[in-house]
Nanobody
Framework: EVQLVESGGGLVQAGGSLRLSCATSGFTFDDYAIGWWREAPGKEREGVSCIRSSDGSTYYEDSVKGRFTMSTNSAKNAIYLQMNSLKPEDTAVYFC?????????????WGQGTQVAVSS
């Protein structure tokens, strides 16, 4: 059974940093696309970052490029999202996700989410 559990959210001032972590089980990174999505108040969920399983390439949503960095630790079955230079518009619930193969568009598995709030 695929499981994803996020941690590390919180309240931070604009310009600050947070590091989100995702503990995973039930699958290997070699076979699944893994990533982060977010859902801001009143907005649809959007993909933030994703690593394709086939070639390890990493995708970032335009608004977070240069500020967010996704990484993994296969030995610990963990996924991370380092978020720097945070802006109030980054406020959202952040979800760790996994999708079959290279599916970064419609991930099949979701964590419960962790709240990130950025104050101005």
């Amino acid at each position: 059974e695929v499981q994803l559990v996020e941690s590390g959210g919180g309240l931070v001032q604009a310009g600050g940093s947070l590091r989100l972590s995702c503990a995973t089980s039930g699958f290997t990174f070699d076979d699944y696309a893994i990533g982060w999505w977010r859902e801001a108040p009143g907005k649809e969920r959007e993909g933030v970052s994703c690593i394709r399983s086939s070639d390890g390439s990493t995708y970032y949503e335009d608004s977070v490029k240069g500020r967010f960095t996704m990484s993994t630790n296969s030995a610990k079955n963990a996924i991370y999202l380092q978020m720097n230079s945070l802006k109030p518009e980054d406020t959202a619930v952040y979800f760790c996700v996994a999708g079959y193969g290279d599916d970064c568009i419609d991930p099949s598995f979701w964590g419960q989410g962790t709240q990130v709030a950025v104050s101005s």
